[in-house]
């Protein structure tokens, strides 16, 4: 099993930035892809970026140029840097991580950005 615990999520103004963070725990070997999906009220969850063990990443067309994922994979930690914060970028954001094992999500962190 592995476990992933979210951290810094908050309210911000637009313009402003937030750091999240996921840790990954219970397992000694690499996850293969780590992500970040969110959902807001009413709608479906969508994938915000992801990155592989190999730091190739993938991004929304929402969120280019004002997001940028990286990961730490001695620490199976991975990091969303929001630059630019849009009031549609509020939304509950899930870590997620892609093992053989399995596919695992992290119980979310709330962003709000609003004024």
């Known amino acids: 099993q592995v476990q992933l615990v979210e951290s810094g999520g908050g309210l911000v103004q637009p313009g402003g930035s937030l750091r999240l963070s996921c840790a990954a725990s219970?397992?000694?070997?690499?996850?293969?892809?780590m992500g970040w999906y969110r959902q807001a009220p009413g709608k479906q969850r969508e994938l915000v970026a992801s990155?592989?063990?190999?730091?190739?990443?993938k991004y929304s067309d929402s969120v280019k140029g004002r997001i940028t994922i990286s990961r730490d994979n001695a620490k199976n930690t991975v990091y969303l840097q929001m630059n630019s914060l849009r009031p549609e970028d509020t939304a509950v954001y899930f870590c997620?991580?892609?093992?053989?094992?399995?596919?695992?999500w992290g119980q979310g962190t709330q962003v709000i950005v609003s004024s």
């Open positions: 219970g397992t000694r070997l690499s996850i293969d892809v």
């Open positions: 990155i592989t063990s190999g730091d190739k990443t």
């Open positions: 997620n991580a892609v093992r053989s094992s399995g596919t695992y």
